[in-house]
Nanobody, 119 residues
Framework: QVQLVESGGGLVQAGGSLRLSCAAS????????MGWYRQIPGKQRELVATIISGGSTNYADSVKGRFTISRDNAKNTVYLQMNSLKPDDTAVYYC?????????????WGQGTQVTVSS
């Protein structure tokens, strides 16, 4: 069984910063892709950023230049540094990994963490 535990969400004023963390634990022995999605109530979940095992990253246009994704492979942890936050960034942020558990690859999700940016 694989668990993802997120932390770091909260309330911040526009222009401020937050850092999200997501640690994977359990019966996982390899992780390929790690990333973050976000969701506003009533809307579809949208991709924020991804990072693959080699370190290549991909960002949504709306966060380029403001957000930075990174990972610590030794800790099976992915981070999202969010700077210059805007009210439009308000959402529930979900981390995910594509990893191998008991010889089978799958996608696993965190429980979500609320980020609220006030104007």
């Amino acid at each position: 069984q694989v668990q993802l535990v997120e932390s770091g969400g909260g309330l911040v004023q526009a222009g401020g910063s937050l850092r999200l963390s997501c640690a994977a634990s359990g019966s996982i022995d390899s992780i390929n892709t790690m990333g973050w999605y976000r969701q506003i109530p009533g809307k579809q979940r949208e991709l924020v950023a991804t990072i693959i095992s080699g370190g290549s990253t991909n960002y949504a246009d709306s966060v380029k230049g403001r957000f930075t994704i990174s990972r610590d492979n030794a800790k099976n942890t992915v981070y999202l540094q969010m700077n210059s936050l805007k009210p439009d960034d308000t959402a529930v942020y979900y981390c995910y990994i594509r990893g191998r558990s008991v010889l089978s690859w799958g996608v696993y999700w965190g429980q979500g963490t609320q980020v609220t940016v006030s104007s």
